[in-house]
T-cell receptor, first 113, second 111 residues
Framework: EAGVAQSPRYKIIEKRQSVAFWCNPISGHATLYWYQQILGQGPKLLIQFQNNGVVDDSQLPKDRFSAERLKGVDSTLKIQPAKLEDSAVYLC???????????FGDGTRLSIL | AQSVSQHNHHVILSEAASLELGCNYSYGGTVNLFWYVQYPGQHLQLLLKYFSGDPLVKGIKGFEAEFIKSKFSFNLRKPSVQWSDTAEYFCAVTGNNDMRFGAGTRLTVKP
């Protein structure tokens, strides 16, 4: 089966600019996750979707981060405006449903100058 | 707040040595437990999981983990590591509709 697809792989922007990441989960996976992984740390869950509804966004900095999953398939994560501390790898994962093993994409490495 | 702790930040072993990586969590109630591995240059992938039943679970590549409910632990073990096991290992816990990863343990196996 095809894995979780993410783009772009790398992105470099200046602080205060905006950026968007795209994720295409494995076909049939109802649950989609966005994580932020800062160097030396484990993945931190930003937002979790079940189909096109948000299940958990308690750790999403909503003043600057937004995410959507229209039609319950693809998802985009946006940061506007970016801050230096947003430099991280942004991972997308999907699973058949919540609590099931997750399949991860390769991630987007974001560098803020 | 619910949390997952991996006490070993970096472990260095020689080939054929035994491995045990610690994972403790602070959730109450029912949990599902996972170990994920990230080999150099690759994405995170599932190593093994525990949902219920036998607390000793076996995963891929000879890894196993034991769920000890009384200790809130889910330690990862392998009797004899290989150079190809060099990777970063993450413990993850789901419970109460919450999903948390530990900070990870970097394993370096010397040939």
């Amino acid at each position: 089966e095809a894995g979780v697809a993410q783009s772009p792989r790398y992105k470099i922007i200046e602080k205060r600019q905006s950026v968007a990441f795209w994720c295409n989960p494995i076909s049939g996976h109802a649950t989609l996750y966005w994580y932020q992984q800062i160097l030396g740390q484990g993945p931190k869950l930003l937002i979790q979707f079940q189909n096109n509804g948000v299940v958990d966004d308690s750790q999403l900095p909503k003043d600057r981060f937004s995410a959507e999953r229209l039609k319950g398939v693809d998802s985009t994560l946006k940061i506007q405006p970016a801050k230096l501390e947003d430099s991280a790898v942004y991972l997308c994962a999907s699973s058949l449903t919540f609590n099931q093993p997750q399949h991860f994409g390769d991630g987007t490495r974001l560098s803020i100058l | 707040a619910q949390s997952v702790s991996q006490h070993n930040h970096h472990v260095i072993l020689s080939e054929a040595a035994s491995l045990e990586l610690g994972c403790n969590y602070s959730y109450g109630g029912t949990v599902n437990l996972f170990w994920y591995v990230q080999y150099p240059g690759q994405h995170l992938q599932l190593l093994l999981k525990y949902f219920s039943g036998d607390p000793l679970v076996k995963g891929i590549k000879g890894f196993e983990a034991e769920f000890i409910k009384s200790k809130f632990s889910f330690n990862l073990r392998k009797p004899s590591v290989q150079w190809s096991d060099t990777a970063e290992y993450f413990c993850a816990v789901t419970g109460n509709n919450d999903m948390r990863f530990g900070a990870g343990t970097r394993l370096t196996v010397k040939p």
